[in-house]
């Protein structure tokens, strides 16, 4: 995810785009999917700037590139921050369909997939709730 200068995305949608891209590319990876997601003010300034657009991009690299696209992110002027995640494997799928618009591959996840592995956990309901069994004195 980038969060780029709002007003050099909107003089220049096209540029800033193939600019952001570009690091990428140059440094070995492979773009599958990329989309403006959210414009607006930010919580607070970064850097003197007041608004900015979130961009995401998925994409494929070998992680010893990321020092040089940090690098090369904080010398582009389009881009006020930037923020890279390795996501697990099995949410590849979706978070593509997701950005391409094809939500409806989201529709195979269930409650039950997501709690997966929390049998025995406790969620948080009934948290507060007086069990009767501590001594009160």
Not at 77 to 106: D, F, K, M, N, Y
């Amino acid at each position: 995810m980038f969060l780029l200068d709002s007003n050099k995305y909107a003089s220049n949608p096209e540029g800033t785009t193939k600019s952001v891209l570009g690091i990428l590319e140059k440094n070995g990876a492979t773009i599958l999917a990329s989309r403006p997601w959210q414009d607006g003010k930010l919580a607070y300034p970064i850097e003197g700037h007041k608004k900015g657009l979130y961009f995401l991009a998925y994409f494929r690299m070998d992680g010893v590139a990321l020092p040089e696209i940090n690098r090369s992110c904080k010398l582009n002027e389009s881009v006020i921050r930037q923020l890279i995640l390795q996501v697990e494997p099995t949410l590849v799928e979706p978070l593509l369909a997701s950005a391409t618009g094809e939500g409806a591959a989201l529709s195979k996840f269930h409650d039950d997939d997501r709690d997966e592995g929390m049998e025995g956990m406790d969620r948080g309901r009934g948290r507060d709730r007086d069990r009767g069994d501590r001594d009160r004195s």
